[in-house]
């Protein structure tokens, strides 16, 4: 089946190498051992990049950098989205000052006319997962499209750049990337812009600090658009814009996993027992129609969706992964035993986290105030 990687649809089997063609991504040739020491970078995961030989550079000279992300507030946080909350957790320990908008506005015109639904989804299913997860919030600066800062120059300079953005944007771009266009669609494009270059403002950090953006590849036709802007608009000297790309961690049917299908993802606050029932009926198997036929040819990993979930994370050991890869490809390992494996692990990690969600609430309390 033909592949289709897109902002809006993401379907078919994906051949990451014609992705990395197509978008004119750069591969990975080799990294300094500190960032072999990321899961996601040392499994390939995280398969390719723009620009990331400056965020390199500043990791082995001890340089400040950004690293920014945005969330989206509208349905349950999975585990496909934990992927860019481990990615800014390991910026996090190398030193990075994090930057974390909610997208508001952008679901206000696309999703859901109800912000104040939107913030409440944005607080206790997304922040309170982040947090428990390990984001530290003293040096985060998180923060609503809707209401970006308290201290009015901040605020002015995010809205005020959004504005003079629009004038090195055209109408062929936006719908390039947009497709149907709405004054509301191009207004989120705009300020999505501002997301990712207001760091370097003189009102938030130092002039040119280098900014990573780590996405999935769906998401890179927002980083051109901002890419191209920021190197149009001559009132700022903005210094080019890093991103990362990393795989789609599948759906349990396959596909990319859908906050809109409960049955294609696990939510981390699905209950253990949830997780694990979901696990044994919905994650697509790679093994073979019969035991006997199992144990002769063998099952596929790289199909298999229970894999998949231990790969991305789940099973952090090295050996132990290429044991579990190893034993099920030769037919050792039955599929039934893989998803006992994994679901097992699954329930470990969920009981775990959600005992660290209910320690997240009460910090986020503190502070609740200031946030909106």
């Known amino acids: ?7 809006w649809e993401v379907k078919g089997n994906i051949d990451y190498d014609k992705l990395i063609k197509e978008f004119g991504l750069q591969a990975f040739d080799s990294l300094p051992e500190e960032f072999d020491k990321f899961l996601l970078f040392r499994r390939g995961v ?10 390199v550079s500043c990791v082995i000279n001890k340089k400040p950098f950004v690293m920014m992300t945005g969330l989206m507030p509208s349905g349950k946080m999975h585990f496909g989205h934990k ?15 994090i930057y974390l908008a909610v997208a508001d506005i952008e679901a206000y015109n696309s999703r859901n006319p109800d912000l104040k639904e939107l913030r409440k989804c944005a607080i206790e299913e997304y922040l309170t997962n982040y947090v428990a997860l390990g984001l ?3 040096k985060t600066d998180f923060y609503f499209q809707t209401k970006r800062s308290n201290d009015g120059k901040k605020s002015n300079a995010y809205y005020s750049l959004a504005d003079l953005l629009a004038r090195h944007a055209t109408f062929n771009e936006f719908k390039a990337v947009y497709g149907e266009i709405s004054p509301g669609k191009m207004c989120a494009a705009l300020l999505q812009a501002s997301d990712m270059l207001h760091p370097q403002l003189p009102e938030f950090e130092n002039d040119q600090i280098p900014t990573i953006i ?10 051109r658009l ?20 990393h795989k789609f961690l599948p759906g349990l049917g396959g596909g990319k996993m859908s ?17 694990e029932k979901k696990i044994k009926k919905y994650a697509f198997s790679g093994g073979q129609p ?6 002769k040819k063998g099952g596929n990993p790289d199909v298999d969706v229970s894999y998949q979930f231990l790969r991305f994370g789940l099973e952090p050991d090295d050996k132990k992964l290429k044991q579990i890869h190893d034993d099920y490809k030769s037919g050792k390992l039955l599929t039934g035993e893989l998803k006992q494996i994994t679901a097992d692990k699954l329930k470990l990690f969920l009981k775990k986290h959600q005992e660290e969600r209910e320690k997240a609430k009460k910090k986020i309390a503190l502070y609740l105030d200031q946030l909106l």
Request: hydrophobic share 35%; charged share 25%.
């Open 83 to 97: 992927m860019v909350v481990d990615e800014i957790l390991y910026y996090q320990e190398l030193g990075a000052k």
């Open 226 to 245: 901002a890419r191209d802007l920021s190197q149009r608009i001559k009132e700022f000297n903005f210094t080019q814009l890093s991103s990362t790309y």
């Open 290 to 295: 019969t035991i006997e036929e199992h144990r």
């Open 214 to 223: 780590p996405v999935g590849s769906d998401q890179d036709p927002h980083l």
């Open 46 to 55: 995280i398969f390719a990049h723009r620009d990331f030989g400056k965020i």
């Open 259 to 275: 906050s809109s299908d409960p049955t294609s993802f696990i939510a981390l606050t699905d209950s253990p027992e949830e997780a």
């Open 1 to 7: 089946m033909a592949f289709k990687v897109t902002p």
């Open 136 to 138: 530290d919030l003293k």
